[in-house]
């Protein structure tokens, strides 16, 4: 069984995450959704909240498998967690040219720290490419309609 990680913040997910989720079940039997609790970052939702509006927007709102997916929090290495779920990928999503320096140099890192882990970027569809949990969180503060953004379950946790 082929596994991969998707680590990220997921600050809240979007529909962004989503696409490059649906694309990585394309190529992997397995996927960690896997939600950083680093305490170096200011998130707006805590690490239980995060990985709540993940299960509720993957498996309720979108009916994704949960026999594929498993979605995890971590404050460790990408590398040690790959390990620990046997995964031979990390998959990273790109939004931007702007993503791709900062992202290859992690990729990179990560080469050097186990080079038998492979990084895989995706791209979200092109529709999608534009959202950013910053922005979602940004237009949600100032009353504006997110729902083409981020899944009901999150939009609903946004408003509160």
């Known amino acids: 069984m082929k596994t991969a990680v998707y680590p990220g913040t997921f600050d809240p997910i979007?529909?962004?995450h989503i696409d490059v989720i649906?694309?990585?079940?394309?190529?992997?039997?397995?996927?960690?959704v896997a939600a950083t609790n680093n305490s170096d970052k200011?998130?707006?939702?805590s690490i239980e909240n995060r990985i709540d509006i993940i299960n509720n927007s993957l498996f309720k709102d979108l009916?994704?498998?949960?026999?594929?997916?498993?979605?995890i929090s971590f404050g460790s290495l990408t590398i040690e967690l790959c390990k620990k779920y046997n995964a031979s990928a990390i998959i990273r999503g790109l939004r931007a040219v702007s993503d791709f320096e900062y992202e290859f140099q992690?990729?990179?890192m990560n080469?050097?720290?186990?080079s038998k882990i492979e990084t895989m970027f995706l791209m979200s569809d092109v529709e999608?490419?534009?959202?950013?949990?910053?922005?979602?969180?940004?237009?949600a503060s100032?009353?504006?309609n997110i729902d083409r953004f981020v899944t009901k379950y999150a939009s609903k946790m946004l408003k509160n």
Do not use: C, H, P, W
Not at 111 to 114: D, I, W, Y
Not at 128 to 139: A, L, P, R, T
């Open 14 to 16: 979007t529909y962004g």
């Open 22 to 32: 649906k694309k990585s079940l394309n190529i992997f039997d397995r996927l960690i």
């Open 42 to 45: 200011n998130y707006y939702f």
């Open 63 to 71: 009916k994704l498998s949960k026999k594929k997916i498993k979605v």
């Open 106 to 108: 992690l990729a990179g």
């Open 111 to 114: 080469k050097k720290l186990n």
């Open 128 to 139: 999608n490419q534009i959202i950013s949990s910053k922005f979602v969180k940004e237009i």
């Open 142 to 144: 100032l009353g504006g």
